[in-house]
């Protein structure tokens, strides 16, 4: 029987010892992962938003309530128009190289179509302008749209070639879309056209200020010429009195990183703080273990077990618990993402994300190393302390008899 | 002082068989601060040779584990010098001292340790695999028979009985196979039925070239040593 053996039964059978050290292990890497994950899911979220937006600029009609972040990262815009003239006026603007509108006819529940999401929105893009949704194209059959024909989203269950129903119309699906990790994941597309017709059969004419949803867009999407100064062409389409709001995306887009620089930073100081708990009561802990069994530990020194014996016994001792605590730690810290994830995205708004299969895997590895680091650091010292100790100073307490 | 050397004086190991040095102190002296300066061991030299059942007796306190974590380089003297096997233990670096505690002594505390993770059987296993010695079953069988612990051979120690203990703590000692054994109070806990058997296992360990020097503070399993000693004043008096 050997250290390492020892060890292991060290640590499974004495429970209770073992039990309150791995929760605190457990906690604390919890932590760790979980906020290392969200960050991560967030951070990934951003990186394919600024990657996927080939817009620089977003316009919505001024009397939209919605936010230009809401509708970049959540994909949730409303029922508020313009008039697509207004492109023709855009694309007039120096600096703008393309653009292309977009309309949103409604959203519709998720479970009465073919989704795992709570709610698809329909969105028509003009297929003849359009250069944000191509490079996104995973599988996509035709070259052009028919009226009767959809693309979905990545989040969307089903599959090309599938016949679909959206408010009540027959639905070819023809391409799906890559994960982007925005609201476009669980959007239906189909061709402008349709959308406003599908818009004008279900909402009453009031709904249209006097117009036509044929005569309408909901945004017009905007890609500026290379070395353009975005922001001023945001500031001037503002000041033109179109009666619409231009934000620059990319402004956007760094507001959000600020605001999560800023939360990190705290997050991050409350981590380090729980972290450095965390190795004060674990040395405490493992302190308290090294004492309780000095008299042990001055007999395997007395039968002849080395110095560098007994501390590789104790490391081997923690790191059995720290690797347990922490593998538990890091498993449930991924399980709780997904939750955490929604309970922000209510707070704040923030680019949606899913944690990735290799991103868990990754982060339980991560959770692991930190773990086993975790408890190298706080046994360290116990355990050469104990390996120190004169083996009949150890044996009799002092006592010389 | 006149040194002692009960090997010469007739053991009853050395008839018909080669006589080794085991273990020798030499002007041995130990003295530790207790609030003042107290020396249990004040001049102590003592030859052990195979085949050698050493007892040495007194008061409790007088000093006599103190010479015992001595002689098996537990603990320091303040002054003189060790010898086990030959080798002054002063000069060992403290790898070379664990391995000869590992290699060649075995030893009996005054309080029960045993490993409290292990069951009594492992407890043997782990004590007889010290030093890559081979696993031998069989022996471990015999020991566990012997001392009455074949049904609680799957308890742990906090399972058993303090005279369990003591007995599995015997087994320990002796399944190391070591040159000398240091047994300190070995019968404490026990019954006279299990002191007896514990005295006969330590009587045919010598009979079969080990050296045992026990230390007692009463005078059961004095008469099985073929030397008895008090110490006294921090000096070894032959009785």
Redesign the interface.
């Known amino acids: 029987?050997?250290i390492l053996k020892?060890a292991y039964?060290?640590v499974t059978?004495?429970k209770s010892q073992s039990l309150l050290t791995g929760i605190i292990t457990a906690v604390t890497i919890l932590m760790f992962v979980l906020v290392f994950s969200i960050f991560s899911v967030v951070q990934d979220g951003l990186a394919l938003t600024n990657e996927r937006l080939g817009a620089d600029i977003i316009v919505l009609p001024n009397s939209a309530d919605s936010d230009s972040l809401k509708t970049l990262f959540t994909g949730n815009p409303e029922n508020v128009y313009m008039a697509k003239e207004i492109e023709t006026q855009i694309k007039t603007f120096e600096g703008v190289e393309k653009t292309t509108p977009q309309f949103f006819t409604a959203t519709i529940p998720g479970a009465g179509c073919c989704s795992f999401s709570e709610s698809l929105r329909i969105v028509g893009i003009d297929q003849s302008s359009d250069f944000i949704l191509k490079p996104w194209f995973e599988k996509y059959s035709v070259n052009k749209m028919a009226d009767d024909e959809v693309i979905i989203g990545g989040d969307i269950e089903n599959i090309v070639g599938n016949k679909v129903s959206i408010l009540a119309q027959p639905f070819k699906i023809v391409g799906t879309l890559y994960d982007t990790g925005s609201g476009m994941d669980s959007t239906i597309f189909m061709n402008i056209d349709r959308a406003r017709v599908l818009a004008s059969e279900k909402f009453t004419t009031s709904s249209w200020n006097g117009s036509i949803p044929q005569n309408l867009v909901s945004s017009i999407l905007i890609k500026t010429s290379k070395g353009a100064n975005v922001e001023l062409i945001a500031g001037r389409i503002n000041s033109a009195d179109l009666g619409v709001k231009a934000v620059s995306t990319t402004s956007s887009i760094s507001s959000v990183k600020n605001q999560l620089s800023s939360v990190s930073k705290v997050i991050l100081f409350l981590w380090f703080a729980l972290l450095l708990i965390s190795i004060l009561a674990l040395t405490g802990r493992f302190n308290s273990l090294a004492k309780e069994?000095k008299?042990?530990i001055?007999?395997?020194?007395?039968?002849?077990?080395?110095?560098s014996g007994i501390f590789k016994l104790l490391i081997s001792e923690a790191w059995i618990i720290a690797g347990i605590g922490g593998l538990a730690g890091s498993i449930l810290g991924v399980i709780m993402v997904k939750p955490a994830l929604a309970v922000i995205e209510e707070a704040m708004v923030i680019p949606r994300g899913q944690l990735t299969l290799t991103g868990a895997v990754v982060s339980v590895a991560i959770g692991l190393a930190a773990s086993l680091f975790l408890g190298l650091l706080a046994a360290a010292y116990p355990a050469w302390k104990s390996s120190s100790l004169?083996?009949?100073e150890a044996?009799?307490k002092g006592d010389?008899? | 002082m006149e040194e002692l050397k009960p090997g010469a004086a007739g053991s009853h190991f050395e008839r018909g068989s080669r006589v080794m040095e085991i273990c020798r102190l030499e002007n041995v002296k130990k003295t530790y601060e207790a609030g003042e300066d107290v020396t249990p061991i004040e001049q102590i030299s003592l030859t052990v040779n195979s085949g050698d059942f050493l007892c040495i007796e007194g008061p409790s306190g007088i000093g006599k584990s103190t010479l015992l974590y001595i002689m098996g380089g537990l603990l320091d003297a303040t002054s003189g010098n060790v010898y086990i096997d030959g080798r002054n233990i002063n000069q060992m670096s403290d790898k070379e001292l664990t391995d000869t505690r590992r290699d060649k002594v075995g030893f009996i505390f005054q309080d029960s340790n045993l490993i409290q993770a292990l069951t009594l059987e492992e407890n043997l296993l782990f004590a007889q695999n010290l030093g890559n010695k081979k696993k031998d079953y069989t022996q471990i069988e015999h020991f566990l028979t012997r001392l009455g612990l074949w049904e609680r051979r799957n308890f742990l120690p906090g399972e058993v009985s303090g005279g369990q203990r003591r007995r599995a703590m015997v087994a320990c000692a002796l399944i190391k196979d070591p040159l000398l054994i240091l047994a300190d109070e070995p019968t404490n806990d026990l019954d006279e039925h299990w002191a007896n058997v514990v005295l006969s296992l330590l009587s045919e360990a010598v009979n079969s070239g080990k050296s045992i020097v026990l230390v007692t503070h009463n005078t059961h399993g004095a008469e099985k040593a073929h030397l008895r000693f008090d110490l006294s004043q921090g000096i070894l008096h032959r009785k």
């Open positions: 029987m050997g020892l039964l060290n059978r004495r069994r008299r042990e001055g007999f395997l020194r007395a039968m002849g077990i080395q110095k004169v083996p009949q044996i009799s010389l008899g």
